[in-house]
């Protein structure tokens, strides 16, 4: 599975978008883009994934660039509920071996 | 609805005691099942997962054994727990099948401190 790079950390000021990239220059075609993101002491949470089109579901948009190499996440309208670990993980679909390896994440701080 | 429940939610055990965590899933048939390890900080590491009973593939080499003696139940172990198998624990899972879609619930984590 591909690697990812994140910033360690962001902070957004509560009531912004929070917009949260990604790098995954080696990504292949079949891989897919997955967000998950993990408030302190919890267990991490599914947010979005994709291919090669963007998507957007009530938590957050997730826009992938052409050549795949990048993704961005955005949470439209932050709140203080969204500070948590955020992880971008790549990884192939489940029926052709995938897991989810975690890396790092970024650690976004959302201000009032 | 499904859901996952995993336990005990804290442990503190001593250098070279045993270890057991249980992991049950309610709601769903055949999932595919996951243990993670999160260490001091962030960064969860893939210990062990299943695809069905009695399948068991390790991540990494370690101290500790997962068993599925049941379709949805995961036990992680460990004969002699070391320093460094304190940690948060995660129980997941996903639905089985060739139609999975990726995603990953999971579960509320056991907090495993070795003195």
């Known amino acids: 599975d591909a690697k990812t790079t994140q910033p360690p950390s962001m902070d957004c000021a509560e009531g912004r978008a929070a917009n949260l990239p990604c790098n995954h220059s080696?990504?292949?075609?079949?891989?897919?883009v997955y967000w998950y993101r993990q408030i302190h002491s919890q267990g991490p949470q599914y947010i979005i994934h994709?291919?090669?089109n963007n998507e957007t579901n009530e938590m957050a948009s997730l826009i992938i660039t052409e050549d795949r190499k990048s993704s961005t996440l955005i949470l439209p309208h932050a709140t203080l509920r969204d500070t948590a670990v955020y992880y971008c993980?790549?990884?192939?679909?489940?029926?052709?071996?995938?897991?989810?390896?975690f890396g790092q994440g970024t650690e976004l701080s959302v201000k009032p | 609805s499904q859901t996952i429940h995993q336990w005990p939610a804290t442990l503190v055990q001593p250098v070279g005691s045993p270890l057991s965590l249980e992991c049950t899933v309610e709601?769903?048939?055949?999932?595919?099942l996951y243990w993670y390890r999160q260490a001091a900080g962030r960064g969860l590491q893939l210990l062990f997962y299943?695809?069905?009973?009695?399948?068991i593939s390790s991540e990494v080499p370690q101290n500790l054994s997962a068993s599925r003696p049941q379709d949805r139940q995961f036990i992680l172990s460990s004969k002699k727990l070391l320093l460094s198998d304190s940690g948060f624990y995660l129980c997941?899972?996903?639905?089985?099948?060739?139609?999975?879609?990726?995603?990953?619930?999971f579960g509320e984590g056991s907090r495993l401190t070795v003195l």
């Open positions: 993980i790549v990884r192939l679909a489940h029926n052709q071996g995938g897991k989810l390896i």
């Open positions: 997941a899972w996903s639905p089985g099948g060739g139609t999975n879609t990726g995603e990953l619930f």
């Open positions: 299943s695809v069905g009973i009695g399948q």
């Open positions: 994709g291919l090669k």
């Open positions: 709601g769903t048939s055949n999932p595919n």
């Open positions: 080696t990504i292949s075609g079949n891989e897919y």
